[in-house]
């Protein structure tokens, strides 16, 4: 706190006179600006002039600017000082959000500034009629057409949605599993599951929904049930090695696969494996199987794709070997075409049942591929660890632009049951959901359509939080043409006449 120095203690009113007008001027700014600023807290000019405090609008009088009282203390703390009010400003201004110093203007009439009107104001004349302006507020009043983002402190390693209603399952590295609702409105979590020691390498429902299958790093399978969180069953040392894979097959089946090549079979009603293989060397990266659910089909780090026959229990074939890490898959074309993502960002495209080498070759988005899931029948997205999620066109392949981003590389992705919302997961702990909706009305494209591949990698497609540079350039060409055929039309007389 401090005092002001302008004021002074006078002996008698006679001293007033001997003022300096400079001085007077001074001290009447300094009350009004004190005035407009109690306003922000709803005292209005009235009250003001209750107070005995010159108005905005008040023309001042020397004689009246200080009142002459002997009891006045120089040397007492200003309780109003300059210090005390711009802090009280800034605690206004933080807890309405920054907005109390934008509502208020002041405009000087008079040569000191001491005649003027405050007026409260959202928007000028012209900030209304601004393009910019106007797209930040209807970006504003959108409705939301996805959850909204969910931050954990622990790092997430999988997600899962629920087959059957709007709940996600979010595995951690310390071996927790947390169940969120989610929704347009808000998120809720419903319960945090403890279900491993280390880490919850993968998380998959059952078909119906009733249990949560968790594979771990403590090499371990748990079964867990859903709405009272007691454990159905425990495969406790299910692998010699860490596990890294699950993936659900049926309601009774699902398999799983380690970090050294091994991929076994399980029966929920069985202690005990159906049938274990082991024919690679590097971890299992992905499982996946078709409709008929014959075949089971496994990637791995060591650049093979092997399928398993699931009624044989035996290796049906095993592919080339690749110089590269084949991290995921999806089935495309009515089950007739299997696309791969590699490490290199190529994807390999194989026909169903012919397996042992790939029919053709993309080559993606030129960094590393480690996540797909198929949108549609010709649609997948693809993710990896430049934190992009991109969509890609399969048979005939294109890039069709980026649906989503993280900040740092996406560690799992996910799709719910009706095919309209895309959760993933960065490292940097958070879960985020994109609506993508509009790939149900994508046609398909032509093997000669023509394209523009560079435009197409770097296009921000509706869901991308990202707006093109492009869409914002053309509606200020559109504005300008408008503007143009305005005054061709304003000159046109003129010109005639």
């Given at each position: 706190m401090h005092t002001h120095n302008n004021f002074k203690t006078?002996?008698?009113?006679?001293?007033?006179?001997?003022?300096?007008?400079?001085?007077?001027?001074?001290?009447?700014?300094?009350?009004?600006?004190?005035?407009?600023?109690e306003s922000d807290s709803e005292i209005d000019e009235d009250d003001l002039g209750d107070l005995g405090v010159p108005g905005p609008g008040h023309e001042a009088d020397e004689n009246e600017s200080?009142?002459?009282?002997?009891?006045?203390?120089?040397?007492?703390?200003?309780?109003?000082?300059?210090?005390?009010?711009?802090?009280?400003?800034?605690?206004?201004?933080?807890?309405?959000?920054?907005?109390?110093?934008?509502?208020?203007?002041?405009?000087?009439?008079?040569?000191?500034?001491?005649?003027?009107?405050?007026?409260?104001?959202?928007?000028?004349?012209?900030?209304?009629?601004?393009?910019?302006?106007?797209?930040?507020?209807?970006?504003?009043?959108?409705?939301?057409?996805?959850?909204?983002?969910?931050?954990l402190e622990d790092f997430i390693t999988d997600v899962c949605f629920h087959p059957g209603r709007d709940i996600i399952a979010l595995a951690t590295i310390i071996g927790?599993?947390?169940?969120?609702?989610?929704?347009?409105?808000?998120?809720?979590?419903?319960?945090?599951?403890?279900?491993?020691?280390?880490?919850?390498?993968?998380?998959e429902f059952t078909e119906d929904g009733r249990y949560l299958l968790t594979a771990s790093k403590?090499?371990?399978?748990?079964?867990?049930?859903?709405?009272?969180?007691k454990l159905k069953k425990l495969y406790e040392t299910a692998h010699d090695d860490a596990i890294n894979k699950l993936y659900v097959l049926d309601e009774n089946l699902f398999a799983s696969g380690d970090d050294a090549g091994t991929v076994k079979l399980w029966d929920l009603r069985t202690k005990h494996p159906i049938f274990e293989l082991k024919e690679l060397e590097d971890q299992i990266t992905q499982m996946i199987t078709n409709e008929q659910k014959k075949l089971l089909l496994a990637t791995s780090a060591d650049g093979y794709l092997t399928t398993f026959n699931i009624a044989a229990?035996?290796?049906?074939?095993?592919?080339?070997?690749?110089?590269?890490?084949?991290?995921?898959?999806?089935?495309?074309?009515?089950?007739?075409?299997?696309v791969?993502?590699?490490?290199?960002?190529?994807?390999?495209?194989?026909?169903?049942?012919?397996?042992?080498?790939?029919?053709?070759?993309?080559?993606?988005?030129?960094?590393?591929?480690?996540?797909?899931?198929?949108?549609?029948?010709?649609?997948?997205?693809?993710?990896?660890e430049d934190g992009n999620i991109r969509a890609c066109h399969i048979t005939p392949y294109r890039n069709l632009g980026v649906v989503g981003q993280h900040n740092m590389p996406i560690e799992s992705l996910d799709i719910n049951t009706n095919g309209e919302l895309l959760a993933s997961s960065s490292h940097n702990n958070d879960v985020?959901?994109?609506?993508?909706?509009?790939?149900?009305?994508f046609g398909d494209i032509k093997y000669n359509d023509k394209h523009n591949a560079y435009k197409e990698k770097r296009h921000n497609l509706p869901s991308s939080k990202c707006t093109n540079a492009s869409d914002f350039f053309s509606d200020l060409t559109k504005e300008d043409e408008d503007n143009e055929d305005n005054n061709d039309a304003s000159a046109g007389p003129s010109n005639s006449a």
């Open positions: 006078p002996s008698d009113a006679d001293e007033l006179d001997d003022l300096d007008d400079d001085m007077v001027i001074g001290v009447i700014e300094e009350i009004e600006q004190e005035a407009l600023n200080i009142s002459s009282d002997s009891s006045f203390d120089p040397n007492a703390e200003d309780s109003d000082s300059d210090d005390s009010m711009l802090e009280e400003d800034e605690a206004d201004g933080a807890s309405s959000g920054g907005a109390t110093s934008a509502k208020r203007r002041k405009a000087d009439d008079g040569p000191c500034g001491s005649s003027g009107e405050s007026a409260t104001f959202d928007l000028d004349a012209d900030d209304e009629t601004d393009e910019t302006v106007r797209a930040i507020i209807a970006a504003i009043k959108k409705p939301r057409s996805a959850p909204p983002e969910i931050k927790d599993v947390h169940l969120y609702e989610y929704g347009t409105e808000g998120n809720k979590l419903l319960r945090t599951i403890e279900v491993h020691s280390k880490a919850c390498r993968d998380v403590d090499k371990s399978v748990m079964v867990t049930d859903v709405e009272t969180e229990r035996k290796l049906y074939v095993q592919s080339e070997p690749y110089e590269e890490e084949l991290n995921c898959m999806g089935i495309y074309r009515a089950n007739s075409k299997l791969v993502g590699t490490s290199k960002g190529k994807l390999y495209t194989y026909n169903w049942g012919s397996f042992g080498y790939h029919c053709d070759m993309y080559p993606g988005i030129k960094s590393p591929i480690s996540l797909m899931i198929p949108i549609t029948d010709r649609i997948a997205c693809v993710a990896g985020r959901f994109w609506n993508v909706k509009y790939f149900e009305d």
